[in-house]
């Protein structure tokens, strides 16, 4: 597509659920990121992803976050037991090389745990 | 570590003025990127620069310009004839080996309003 696509923008969940948000990023771009974003706050770094494997995770919180890219396209970012906590925004990104070059990012899942 | 500060929270102009964004920066190594982002009210994260470390030359874009100090370990933004359009919120941000380039360090962001 033409740009990152997340979906959804907005979700609403309990605490204790589960969650999946969708992260579809730029065709042929070979770099994924999934970082968060809290009211007030700078985008956090959770996790990156070279292809298919997570290169860098040492940004997930817990163990109750997981993020799957499985064909190195669509990423997956996943979290279990939700907490009012985790309530941010969610931003994927992608990138067609890595080095530390400019990002370009999705608008982001608002996620708001009750 | 990497650390990245914007002490400016919010800052607010009237149309046509020129505004300065700062940033300060922390890391340990000598190679590191450096960036600055702009997320308006609809929140999609815009990339506007990335300067290497070895390029301490200032760049400018249209009304945009920046100036890059290593010696204050500052990367600030200044925007000329600020307009309504610029109003967002501005990340400064830094990545460095420490995150092998690829995890990248955000200030806290600077709110710009512009005022008609």
Do not use: M
Request: aromatic share 12%; hydrophobic share 30%.
């Amino acid at each position: 597509g033409a740009g990152v696509s997340q979906t959804p923008s907005n979700k609403v969940t309990e605490k204790g659920k589960y969650v999946e948000l969708r992260c579809d990023p730029i065709s042929g771009h070979t770099a994924l990121y999934w970082y968060r974003q809290s009211l007030g706050q700078g985008p956090e770094f959770l996790i990156y992803f070279q292809g298919t494997g997570a290169a860098d995770d040492s940004g997930l919180p817990n163990d109750r976050f997981f993020a799957v890219r499985p064909e190195g396209s669509v990423s997956t970012l996943k979290i279990q037991r939700t907490e009012r906590g985790d309530s941010a925004v969610y931003l994927c990104a992608s990138s067609s090389q890595g080095q530390g070059n400019g990002y370009t990012f999705g608008s982001g899942t608002r996620l708001t745990v009750v | 570590a990497q650390k990245v500060t914007q002490a400016q929270t919010e800052i607010s102009v009237v149309e046509k003025e020129d505004v300065t964004l700062d940033c300060v920066y922390e890391t340990r190594d000598t190679t590191y990127y450096l960036f600055w982002y702009k997320q308006p009210p609809s929140g999609e994260l815009v990339f506007l620069i990335r300067r290497n470390s070895f390029d301490e030359q200032n760049e400018i874009s249209g009304r945009y310009s920046w100036n890059f100090q290593k010696s204050t370990s500052s990367f600030n933004f200044t925007i000329t004839a600020s307009q309504v359009v610029d109003s967002a919120v501005y990340f400064c941000a830094l990545s460095d080996p420490s995150g092998g380039y690829q995890k990248v360090t955000f200030g806290t962001g600077t709110k710009l309003q512009v005022i008609p």
